[in-house]
């Protein structure tokens, strides 16, 4: 159960973001719509929302999920990967720390992107990609392990973030897409494939029994309510150009 979330309204240097997605640059007017619609649907499952400026100096800084990692026992700072974003951390740390008064980070030695972080109750998956590396992953398996909790590595080779490809739907139901869907580390939960042409819905969100889904896949959408899952779709296309997806866009907790 989530009660909060923390979003950072996208800047408009965000046309310089990162990205592999060869989609065009996003509209800037068009992704401030869609994102207060996901702001919108945040509050329609319950949370309440701390919706943060935005910050020009950072254009990929309306993907909060990535700077930090909250659970219910801990705050951990992350040290991306991506030396554009490295910044970000002390941005969010003080909106972080009106909830948690113990910051936990990890240090320049290692990189972790929490977009590579799946939570499965008191497990969290750690997925190896070009943004987290093994000193990071155990780093914070380590910060972890401080507050009863436990974390594993994911061997990846092909997607951005662990969670490009993943999303934990609670229940043990998992939805997966490409290399995620014969992955060994998983096959202890109820897959549901996504569809290779609805990759990026494989991208969504479970929050209080309610999954946000992207808009346009309606496949994906389909799969998700036969798992009984009440949805609510909302339109990505912007962000989906800088690579990023649902679960990108806010820090859960
Ligand atoms: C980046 O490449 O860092 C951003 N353009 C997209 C970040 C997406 N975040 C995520 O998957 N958790």
């Excluded at 946000?212 to 609510?232: D, E, N, S």
Aim: glycine share 8%.
């Amino acid at each position: 159960m989530f009660t909060r979330a923390i979003v950072r309204k996208p800047c408009r240097a965000m046309l310089n973001g990162l990205s592999e997605a060869n989609m065009g640059d996003p509209n800037y007017a068009l992704a401030c719509e869609q994102h207060q619609d996901y702001i919108n649907a945040l509050k329609e499952c319950g949370l309440q929302v701390t919706e943060l400026p935005a910050i020009e100096e950072f254009p990929d800084s309306c993907f909060v999920e990535d700077v930090a990692l909250l659970t219910p026992k801990c705050a951990i700072l992350t040290h991306p990967g991506a030396i554009s974003r490295r910044g970000e951390t002390s941005h969010i740390e003080d909106a972080i720390s009106e909830f948690y008064p113990n910051i936990e980070r990890i240090d320049s030695s290692g990189h972790v992107e929490a977009g590579d972080i799946m939570m499965v109750a008191n497990h969290f998956y750690i997925g190896l990609s070009d943004r987290t590396d093994v000193n990071g992953a155990t780093q914070l398996i380590n910060i972890l392990a401080k507050h009863n909790l436990t974390g594993s590595m994911v061997e990846m080779s092909e997607l951005l973030h662990l969670k490009t490809g993943l999303s934990y739907l609670e229940n043990n139901k998992l939805l997966t897409f490409g290399e995620m869907n014969t992955h060994p580390d998983f096959t202890q939960f109820n897959r549901v494939e996504i569809d290779g042409d609805e990759g990026y819905a494989a991208n969504s969100v479970w929050i209080n029994d309610t999954v946000l889904v992207p808009k346009g896949f309606p496949k994906a959408l389909h799969k998700i309510q036969q798992l009984g899952y009440k949805t609510r779709e909302v339109a990505m296309s912007e962000f989906q150009k800088l690579d990023g997806g649902l679960s990108c866009l806010s820090l859960r907790f």
